[in-house]
Every structure is written in C-alpha cells, then in structure tokens.
C-alpha cells in the first residue's frame, strides 16, 4: 500500500470583534458544502506564515501583517483518501473588508456558533481550542476546617476570567460539595468558569459548573465521554498513551506534565519543554502545559503547539 503523503495546510483564524471568518468550502472539493477557515496548502519554498498571507489574501481580499500572526495548534488529521496536517495560527490584525474572491460565501461567527458537525472532522479541536482560554488555575491545598472556603474565596478575587479547576483531594465529599457551591456562587455571572474536579457523577450534582476534570486514576477506567456535549472534558495526562486515552474520551482539552519542577511534587521526574513538544505535536486535543508554570510560560508553551499554561503557583 502506498504511504500518502503528509500535506502541510497553513489554517487562518482570523478574529475581529470576537468573531471569526469563516467560508463555505465549494461542493465539487475535498469535504465539499462544508465551512472552514480560510487557507490552503504550504506551497514548496514557502513559511507557513507567508502561505497565510497569500491565502487570506487570495481568498479573502484581506491583508495581513505576517508578524501578527500567532501560533494556535497544530493537527494531524487522516482522511482515508488523505493526510493533512492543519498549522493553525490566528490573527486580530486583518486589514480590509472580507470578501468570497473565489465565489465562496464568507461570514463571521463567534467561537460559540462554530458547531463540530459543519466542519471537517479535523477541525474538531481546533473549535475548542478557540473556545478555550490560555491559563487554567488549579486549586492549591485547601486542608484546615473552615479555612478552605476563605482561602478558595481570596484566590478568586485574583482570577478575572478563564477557567479554574476545583481540586481539592484531601476534602471528604461533604467539604468539597460545600465549597462547589460558594465557588459557583462567586463566579456566577463573571467570565470565569469552574470546572469540578473528579468522577462523572459530581456534574449531575451541579448543573453550573463549565465542566468536569477528570484525574489520570478516573480517566483511565471510563471508556467513552462521560458528560454532555455541551459541558467541558478535561483530562489530566502524563505520556503519550494517556492523551490517547483523553482523545478516546472525546476531551476538550488535556493537561500534560510536570514539564518543569514543581514546588507541589517535590522530586517528581519532569518532561521538559522538548517532550511536551513532541507529545503536543501528535495530540489531537488542545494540551495545556503543567509543573512550574508562570504566566511568562504562556507564549512558551503556544509556541510548542501547546493551549498556554496550568498550575497553581502562578495564582495561589
Ligand atoms: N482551508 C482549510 N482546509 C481545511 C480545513 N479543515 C480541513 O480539514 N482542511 C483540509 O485541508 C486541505 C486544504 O486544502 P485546500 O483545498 O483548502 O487547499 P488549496 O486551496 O491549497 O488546495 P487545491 O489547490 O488543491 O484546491 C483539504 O484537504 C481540506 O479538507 C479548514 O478549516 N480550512
């Protein structure tokens, strides 16, 4: 059998106002009728950044600054018929009005309004990578009767948006659901979603929380999604064969570590920037870098291919 060749797409996400530019790819294509984001395969002797330019402006009409352009994630993808690999980047620097130039109708959507089904299959995670935010907070200790909810209160203050992961290990069943609820009750109506830490059955408990964490030891004994569609699925991932799994799982996104010392796990043995490169780059899921993380890490890790960063020191 002949080995197909891996094609190099350079993928635009191009954002103005919250919104995102979108086109209706032509019936008589590959995954014809369906919409996508504007571009085309890397041509010989060329950067995928100057493929995007010569893309989106021959597509578009728009012109785009090359160094504007920001990595988002990178996705291989197996079409039967072909292999792709989609070099996502994004850019808020378009200029111009955007027009179908190859007859194509262009509109734009917010990343909500992108719905998997009016895709190509390989777009699935580029969507939740755009649904996603750069930094995920982890909980830090919350031991001490009484004192959790006043600590987990002061931290909050410090988040303005983005998503925080209730972890809380050394509480008994009660404490946690206790602190579920205040942390809900807090940012209710603020820009920062919670996500419950643990098994399948906590999310039933509390229909408002943005989604479910599921640790390596839940993870690894389910073997579908085992949440809604419409509710986040995170998994956190230590190798190659755990992203496997949280792809199986069907998971928004995955936490992969400890790629730097940590001051939580004293000892444990690190990735390293290089081995969460290489783990990213065949992860077909947005991969948020974990173990000594700063928020000056997050340009880093998004340069690798990954999400941005998770940890706790950096807010805690
Ligand atoms: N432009 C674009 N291509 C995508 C997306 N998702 C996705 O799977 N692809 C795949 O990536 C490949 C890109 O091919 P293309 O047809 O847009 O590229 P092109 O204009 O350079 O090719 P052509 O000259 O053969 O028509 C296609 O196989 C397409 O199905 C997407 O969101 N945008």
Redesign the pocket.
């Known amino acids: 059998m002949a080995v197909k060749k891996l094609?190099h797409?350079a993928?635009a996400v191009i954002v103005r106002g919250g919104r995102i530019l979108i086109a209706r790819r032509p019936e008589h294509?590959?995954?014809g009728g369906l919409l996508?984001?504007?571009?085309?395969?890397v041509e010989s002797g060329e950067t995928v950044q100057q493929a995007l330019v010569r893309?989106i402006a021959e597509e578009t009409g728009l012109r785009v600054p090359a160094e504007t352009l920001e990595p988002v994630i990178g996705i291989r993808?197996d079409?039967g018929d072909?292999q792709?690999f989609?070099d996502v980047w994004q850019t808020a620097a378009a200029e111009g009005e955007a027009e179908g130039r190859e007859g194509q109708p262009v509109f734009w959507l917010t990343p909500e309004e992108l719905r998997d089904e009016d895709?190509?299959a390989?777009?699935r995670p580029?969507i939740r990578a755009l649904r996603l935010p750069r930094t995920l907070h982890i909980t830090g200790s919350l031991a001490g009767p009484g004192e959790g909810e006043c600590r987990l209160d002061q931290a909050l203050q410090r988040v303005t948006d983005g998503l925080v992961v209730l972890r809380a290990p050394g509480l008994v069943p009660e404490q946690y659901r206790r602190l579920v609820s205040m942390a809900l009750a807090r940012c209710s109506g603020s820009s920062v979603g919670v996500m419950l830490h643990g098994g399948p059955a906590l999310l039933s408990e509390f229909t408002e929380a943005d989604g479910l964490h599921l640790p390596w030891r839940e993870a690894e004994r389910l073997s579908g999604r085992p949440v809604a569609g419409n509710v986040r699925l995170g998994v956190s991932c230590h190798s190659a064969e755990q992203l496997r799994q949280a792809e199986r799982l069907g998971a928004d996104y995955a936490v992969l570590g400890p790629v730097l010392p940590t001051a939580s796990h004293p000892g444990e043995p690190t990735l390293g920037w290089e081995a969460f490169e290489q783990l990213v780059a065949a992860a077909r899921l947005p991969v948020y870098a974990l173990g000594g993380m700063q928020p000056g890490h997050i340009a880093k890790a998004r340069a690798l291919g990954g999400q941005g960063i998770a940890g706790i020191g950096f807010w805690w």
């Open positions: 094609i797409v993928v294509v590959h995954q996508e984001f504007p571009g085309g395969k893309e993808h079409y072909k792709v989609l895709f190509p390989a777009n580029i």
